[in-house]
Nanobody, 111 residues
Framework: QVQLVESGGGLVQPGGSLRLSCAAS????????MSWYRQAPGKERELVAF???????DYADSVKGRFTISRDNFKNTMYLQMNSLKPEDTAVYYC?????WGQGTQVTVSS
């Protein structure tokens, strides 16, 4: 069965960095588009970034230039490098493959 396990969240000061990881199993990872979504308190879930099997990437306007999505098909793992973090980046971040969602990892940006 498909499993997506996020890690790497935590508390960071504004301007800081975090790297999220998503360990995937139960499917042929290299063949699928993988995405990061986030949900802030009281807000709807939003797409943060995705990476296709080809390696093509795209980002929400709010994170362009600050976040970088990548994947390691040998390790069946996707990453989200987050730099210059802002308080408005505070959210639960989810790893997504098609209709499958991980349990999420909390990112809190606060001084």
């Amino acid at each position: 069965q498909v499993q997506l396990v996020e890690s790497g969240g935590g508390l960071v000061q504004p301007g800081g960095s975090l790297r999220l990881s998503c360990a995937a199993s139960g499917f042929t990872f290299s063949l699928y588009t993988m995405s990061w979504y986030r949900q802030a308190p009281g807000k709807e879930r939003e797409l943060v970034a995705f990476i296709r099997s080809s390696g093509r990437t795209d980002y929400a306007d709010s994170v362009k230039g600050r976040f970088t999505i990548s994947r390691d098909n040998f390790k069946n793992t996707m990453y989200l490098q987050m730099n210059s973090l802002k308080p408005e980046d505070t959210a639960v971040y989810y790893c997504v493959q098609s209709n499958y969602w991980g349990q999420g990892t909390q990112v809190t940006v606060s001084s």
